[in-house]
């Protein structure tokens, strides 16, 4: 209760009786609640001494608050500023220094001029305890006559500040550096960035670097309001010795945060001259920043200014992203740049990593001559690398393939197709694009192309096609089977009036110029039977046996079956040219791919082999049991008490006749048996 006493006791004027209690209470009982009432009281005592200008005991009672200060409660740091406070005032100069210090907020002008000359323009005749109080004296003597004062007035005042003794970091120095940058907005002539260096970094106090609130109203931090000076006025500034200097300071941000803190002003400086429509200023931005930032590693706003390059720079400007891209550097690419973004209808867009390997791969693809791109092309094929780590896209894969094209590493590229090609063979552009790998042999390239004619049947996508199967086929003698081709071009063309190739002329002459007695149609089952081994070698082939040929909806069917009971069904025009004429119980062989945790087979090739009908499957002897005439069925009891049945239209066998027979499994219940 004694402290509270102390208190009331101070609050109503009666400083003799509150000393004499707290320092009983200190005399008691020594603590920091003590402490702090006892330094109130003599902060109070100083305060009236002051205003009687009595001082014949202000120097010990500053010292006894000296001592209590580390020791009482003082957690919102007030007592710390009144003692300061204090030991300004107590000096000779300290009453006049206030008094000007508060006349210089109603007449900022005056109040300068007092006290320079007083104390003179560098506060050579003030204890230098009071030169901050100077300090806000040239400050709001700055701010009342900013358009008045030319720079070189300002400059001068500004010197004469940065000699003055007063404390930093502080308040007044960040508020005089605040004054110092809006003051360069309108005057060109003033080089902030020098009077920065004067200022020195090492003077940022925590606040500066952070963001704050007054009145709802969002005020951006002095560190960033500093930089977007130097962004948008263009001024030289050496960034790498600025970003050292500022994260050399302990009160700096995270080094990502100040990035991005540079960086969002530099993509609302790029957003301000597209709308301004200052285009030639806009791409020397772009430039600009790639030579300066790339370097300073991956935040939210290096991606940013990636979207944003991704999204200007296109059409009769797409040139300049790949060196962009380059520049701007693969690994600055974040893990949320890797994610499919969602648009506001809730549509799934390819992530900015993707779009913007797209983009680079379409420039190069552009390109008539990429003999002299070979280190760009290394380097999308390192970006593409990187993409199908994320993203097995059909068109990456597809784009990476071609990379290996462009470097002349064939090999490669036909893996990637073959691979492509076990769930999109029924895809032209893969046959095609296949086809484009093969070089040295006019056999096999025709092959894959009349795969790719197959695989679609709209001739608006495969004009290319069949110019290219005219010009082989006319180059290995078949001029009637490229007289058909050519006229399927020229036909489409035509009917769409898209301009012709000049290509057709060409193969025309070549044409024309044929013996006609040499004109004779190809073996085409030939070709493609070549071009799917080729494609689909890496599957081993496995023998299957034709168990069933069946009919549904007036399409014909064919069932396969294996020793393993591994069967499967296809129409019988995938694989046309063997099935059509295959009786059942004939071996075909077929490259195709087995899954092992069901068994389904997908067939690539088929051929036919020269093994015996129904061989294949394992043979059995066994005892007619039972004929059921009625269902025309056979039961069979073989050597192991298996139950089997066989379905005829008539035969020879009679109950108790021993058969030997060939089985396959058609389903759980019911097995088969050929002899």
Known sequence: MS???VTALRKEGK?????????????TDNNKWTKMSMFWVLRDMC?????QGNRDHITERLSIMADLLPEMVDDSGAGKKSYDYLCRKSLPNGNLIRQYSELSKTNATEAYNQTVEHFGKEAVHLEKELHEDFAWIILRHLKENMTELSSEQVRSLLYDYIRLGNERPSMVHSAILNFALNFSKQHQDFIFYRFLLLWGFENLRRDDFHDYDINDHHIPSLVSRIIRIFIETGQKVEWADLLHELENNPNCIDHTELMDIIRQSVFWHLMNLHKEEKWEEMWTAFTDYVHTFSTFGPSHWHSEILKLANRLMDTDN???????????????????????EIG????EYKSLAVKSAKKCFNIIKA???????SDTIDWLKTFYGKVLEKDQDEWNVRNYATIYIWRHEL????????????NLSNKFYIWSELASCITDNDKLKIGLLLKAKDAERNEDFIGDIHLDLAELWATEGYYTAASKELKLYTTNRQKNSWKISERCGHISNLINEADTGTYKSPDYFSYIDEAEDFAFDQYGWTDFVLASKWTKDNIEHCTFVNAENISFSIKTKRFYHICKKAK?????????LIDPTNGQVTPFVAAQTQARPWSLLPLVYGVIDYDNQDKKTLHIISCNSELFFYKYMKTAYSKGDFVKFRTYRKNVSKTRWRN
């Not at 090999?411 to 090609?421: G, N, S, T, V």
């Open 3 to 5: 402290v509270k006493e």
């Open 15 to 27: 400083l003799q009786q509150a000393y004499n209690l707290a320092l009983s209470d200190l005399q």
């Open 47 to 51: 305060e009236y001494d002051l205003s």
């Open 318 to 340: 797409a040139f300049r992203f790949l060196p962009f891209m380059q520049e701007w550097d693969i690994d600055n690419l974040t893990a949320e740049d890797w994610n499919n």
């Open 344 to 347: 506001q209808d809730g549509t």
């Open 367 to 373: 390109c008539p001559d990429k003999q002299n791109m």
């Open 411 to 422: 090999d490669e590229a036909i893996r990637i197709y073959k691979e492509l090609l076990l």
């Open 584 to 592: 059942e119980g004939d071996v075909i062989k077929f490259r195709c």
